[in-house]
């Protein structure tokens, strides 16, 4: 008995002592991991028609973000290797080092430039508020009332300005911009509130269903996220942002992928 | 990254809510599975023209097919077709659907292994086959079926971690949401992870007690 | 209902989900084998140290859920960006606590006197495991291990929540883009089962083989 004893104890501390010894560390810079491996790790969030998304003729990741990580990757003289992430799943995949950059709608905020490396803003833009047709509610204010719903993305910057601007509102989180929309169509949620691309992408079919309200909600502007210590990592796509923007290449980019124009102007540079 | 024993002793409320919501789901969804399981299995052995192919169709469908998919299609593609489910709801109806299926295939082989004698018997005294199947039959198979039933409960328990994916703050969600503050997905999913081997054994063991007290209960009554 | 466009979601939940899914399935069916064949010796013969960590780890993956042990996998254990490599990890050692179970059966049905004859013609004893009594223990398992496959290839659903693009998660991305949840979720259902119907069928004709073959050898 003793002895069977002796050798459970054994056992057991033996698996914890593995447990707390399983550590990892990265220091290496990373960029320069990039270079010297010819392989960049690249988080996308493939859900945002035309800012990243899954062709569904080919099933690969294509859009507006993964271009232009192809392009710098192109530029760098690497490898790019997409993964696509729920959006919960964007910055601990960053951050545990699975990846090198989130090149995704990373909404540029200075509380996020904490935690991680923002790039410059690489689009402009805003949130926009959809409710369905013949909705009562056609601004903000309206929506304002005890026992509305309103929806936003989980962890996207709209949740902290809803519950500032509509504290009477309950305010829910969703993982995925099809649940937002199939709850507004299906009346689980009286309003939701994304990104003004996402909301035209996202109510793409059902217009007629939908009103989207024509106010700009709380502007927004995207970056590109690495590890809050990626500073090398973090000036070379600053510097690639700005190389494209006076070189033309983002400018076809853009038209590319919105359709219209880029008006350089508009963001006021 | 290292285990941080002070993220545990500063967010163990919030874990210990998470494991709350994932014992009420628990709770439902085996009671919902249970009796979804007794009535496919009755229905089935009754041979009811087609609506026992029907049924046998269901259990396989149910059973060969993941529970993830099951989820995302009662949660995404039911509103299509007009059904509008809450998560929580949405949630518990695919699970008692999954594992009403295996819970029926237990009790259906439950059935098949009493003793053709029971019926004859029961037929003998002039029942009708209802009463024959709701007195005699289903108490007698579910006794024979006792452990399996058990086990099943508990992959129930484990099945519930996938409603984390449509946003139910049950355990794996809410760790999961730790987590994104966070980062530190070893403290966070290994806390996680210990609570569920934690509190799967200590469920086995209470099942363990009642599967015990149930034979012996069986025994003296059919003796 | 645009017939084009349903038979291109079906080609790409083939070619982009099905095919990476059947890439992981057979992978991790082979390891946890593996680790179901040398659990199931180190349970038979009661090895010490070595048996009762064998009770620690199938005790710990009865009571973890596949999807907590692959974010364990993917987020704890070093093994690097790509999702495959920690979803084969996490599949082959959650199976492989179930394959041990079921090999120790197995292993156990081969008759004493089978053990003895090998030693006696002179065999070492992993040799004596391999050519006789695994041979043996096989055609007793193979039902089970087949219905263990059919749990396998369920579990690689979870794999697309630590972002392995199988078909689940590309019939996710589908959805995102075209807003059809119920023609791909139904597609995608529609896959696992007849791939799982299969298996269950093999299965079963399995079981027929080797009950008839093990009674076979009773009557001699």
Redesign the interface.
């Given at each position: 008995m003793m002895q069977k004893m002796k050798?459970?104890v054994?056992?057991?501390a033996t698996?914890l002592l593995v447990?707390?010894a399983?550590?990892?560390s990265s220091a290496q810079d990373t960029l320069q991991k990039i270079k010297s491996s010819g392989k960049l790790?690249v988080a996308v969030y493939?859900?945002?028609?035309p800012l990243s998304?899954?062709?569904?003729?080919?099933?690969?990741i294509t859009g507006f973000a993964p271009d232009l990580i192809r392009l710098y990757a192109e530029k760098l003289g690497v490898k790019v290797?997409l993964?696509?992430?729920?959006w919960?799943?964007l910055?601990?995949?960053l951050?545990?080092?699975?990846?090198d950059v989130v090149a995704a709608n990373v909404n540029t905020t200075i509380p996020r430039t904490v935690?991680l490396g923002l790039t410059d803003p690489w689009l402009f833009t805003g949130g926009s508020i959809a409710v369905r047709a013949g909705s009562p509610y056609h601004t903000l204010a309206d929506l304002n009332k005890e026992g509305v719903v309103i929806a936003a993305i989980?962890?996207s910057s709209y949740i902290p300005a809803l519950k500032r601007d509509c504290p009477k509102t309950t305010i829910k989180?969703?993982?995925?911009?099809?649940?937002l929309?199939?709850a507004l169509?299906?009346?689980?949620i009286e309003a939701l509130v994304m990104d003004q691309l996402a909301v035209l992408s996202?109510i793409?079919?059902?217009n007629k269903q939908v009103y989207v309200i024509p106010d700009r909600y709380v502007p927004v502007t995207y970056s590109f996220a690495v590890s809050p210590n990626d500073y090398a990592l973090q000036n070379s796509l600053n510097t690639f942002f700005q190389m494209i923007k006076l070189n033309g290449e983002y400018k076809a980019l853009y038209k590319k992928w919105l359709g219209h124009d880029w008006n350089p102007k508009m963001v006021g540079y | 990254m290292t285990f941080d024993w002070y993220i545990v002793a500063t967010y163990y409320p919030l874990f210990l809510q998470g494991l709350a919501i994932t014992l009420g789901f628990t709770a439902i969804s085996i009671v919902t599975s249970f009796v979804l399981g007794v009535l496919v299995a009755s229905l089935i052995s009754l041979r009811i023209r087609f609506l026992h192919h029907i049924l046998e169709w269901y259990v396989a469908f149910f059973r060969e097919t993941p529970l993830l998919v099951q989820i995302y299609f009662v949660f995404y593609a039911l509103p299509e077709l007009g059904v509008t489910l809450s998560a929580p709801v949405a949630g518990i109806l695919s699970i008692t659907l999954c594992e009403g299926a295996f819970f029926a295939e237990i009790v259906r082989g439950g059935i098949q292994s009493l003793p053709q004698g029971q019926y004859d018997a029961a037929r003998a005294l002039a029942l009708p086959r209802f009463r024959v199947l709701s007195l005699i039959v289903i108490p007698q198979a579910l006794k024979k079926v006792i452990p399996s039933l058990v086990g099943q409960s508990s992959i129930v328990f484990k099945d519930t971690s996938l409603l984390s994916v449509i946003a139910i703050e049950e355990l794996t969600g809410i760790t999961q949401k730790i987590n994104a503050e966070l980062i530190n997905p070893m403290t966070t999913f290994l806390t996680a992870g210990a609570l569920y081997i934690a509190v799967f054994w200590i469920l086995n063991a209470f099942w363990l007690l009642f599967e015990r007290r149930m034979r012996k209960e069986g025994s003296e009554a059919w003796t | 209902m645009d017939i084009a466009v349903q038979i291109s979601i079906l080609k790409v939940l083939f070619i982009k989900g099905l095919l990476p899914m059947l890439k992981l399935a057979p992978l991790s069916l082979v390891f946890s084998l593996a680790i179901g064949v040398f659990g199931g010796v180190i349970r038979l013969l009661r090895i010490p140290i070595l048996d009762q960590l064998m009770t620690v780890y199938i005790a710990v993956m009865r009571g973890l859920p596949i999807l907590i042990l692959l974010f364990i996998a993917y987020f704890v254990l070093p093994l690097g960006s790509n999702p495959f490599v920690a979803a084969t990890v996490a599949l082959s050692i959650y199976h492989g606590a179930y394959m041990i179970e079921i090999f120790r059966g197995g292993l156990q049905a081969v008759p004493i006197g089978q053990w003895e004859a090998a030693r006696a013609i002179g065999l070492s004893f992993w040799r004596s495991i391999r050519l006789v009594i695994l041979p043996q223990a096989l055609l007793v398992v193979a039902p089970a291990v087949v219905g263990q496959l059919v749990i396998l290839i369920k579990t690689t659903a979870v794999t697309s929540i630590i972002g392995y693009v199988e078909i689940t998660r590309m019939g996710r991305s589908l959805m995102e883009t075209l807003l059809m949840p119920l023609p791909i979720f139904g597609y995608i259902a529609i896959y696992y089962f007849v791939i799982c119907h299969l298996l269950k069928i093999m299965g079963e004709s399995l079981e027929h083989a080797s009950r008839r073959r093990l009674q076979g050898r009773k009557g001699n």
């Open positions: 050798i459970w054994a056992v057991i698996l447990v707390t399983v550590s990892t790790d493939a859900s945002v028609k998304f899954v062709d569904p003729q080919t099933g690969d290797e993964h696509n992430y729920d919960s799943g910055f601990p995949a951050l545990t080092g699975k990846v935690t989980r962890g989180e969703y993982t995925a911009i099809a649940d929309v199939q169509l299906t009346k689980r996202g793409e079919g059902h | - | -």
